[in-house]
């Protein structure tokens, strides 16, 4: 499932937008969200879990509010579903969260989000928990040909079990080299790790 809410979606215009489409459909990928709005094509339905998809680098498009009336609806649509938010917002090149994306995040796990993924300040962000939920406020670059420093050339996946009643995380760090990702191991992955740690919730 690939996201389409982001602010780069729309390079090449409307045109471009509906051959992604039709590319991801002829490969069997799945997709979600817009680069300006935030109503039904923002929501994908797979199984147990429900994703939202939101890019808020144009807000006129697509407000803090809307976007948490839309995650309130799809909560009270399907109240024991999974749902993952995932959201286009932040600071370029910033390690910590904003104000703005702390109060949205808080909003909509409020508003019944079960765990917030963020991205689009080209680097990693913290981590945060707020009310038992994790927020990962940035995964940072995984495929992206920005070269000019260490931070930006480093990410996270994020791994999620569920079943019986039980939610794992898992958090796997990426380096890239020339826009190829690659897991960190040994020495690179535990300094990585500590580093995050450092600026991320102390419950953590």
């Known amino acids: 499932l690939l996201s389409l809410a982001n602010n780069h979606t729309q390079n090449r215009g409307v045109q471009g937008l509906i051959e992604t489409k039709k590319i991801l459909e002829g490969s069997g990928i799945a997709y979600v969200g817009d680069p300006l709005t935030c109503g039904d094509e923002s929501v994908y339905k797979k ?3 429900i994703f939202l998809a939101f890019n808020t680098t144009f807000p006129q498009n ?10 309130r609806e799809t909560d009270v649509s ?7 938010v995932m959201v286009h ?15 949205l995040a808080h909003d909509l ?7 917030i993924i963020g991205h689009h300040p080209h680097v990693t962000q913290n981590i945060e928990i ?18 000019f420093s260490s931070d930006t050339q480093e990410g996270l996946i994020i791994g999620l079990d569920l079943g019986n009643n039980n939610v794992v995380y898992r958090i796997y760090p990426v380096r890239s080299e020339k826009s190829q990702p690659f897991r960190m191991e040994g020495e690179e992955r535990v300094k990585f790790l500590r580093r995050l740690s450092e600026r991320s919730d102390p419950l953590l």
């Not at 399907?78 to 993952?84: A, C, I, Q, T």
């Not at 917002?89 to 904003?98: D, K």
């Not at 707020?130 to 995984?142: A, E, R």
Request: charged letters at 20%; glycine letters at 6%; proline letters at 3%.
């Open 109 to 115: 796990i409020d508003n019944g989000a079960d765990l």
């Open 78 to 84: 399907y109240p024991d579903l999974f749902l993952v």
């Open 47 to 49: 199984d147990d879990i």
């Open 130 to 147: 707020y009310n038992g939920k994790p927020i990962f406020y940035s995964l940072g670059n995984f495929v992206f040909d920005q070269y």
């Open 62 to 71: 697509c407000s803090a509010e809307k976007i948490s009336q839309k995650v």
């Open 89 to 103: 917002w932040g600071n370029e090149y910033q390690l910590s969260n904003s104000t703005y994306q702390k109060n």
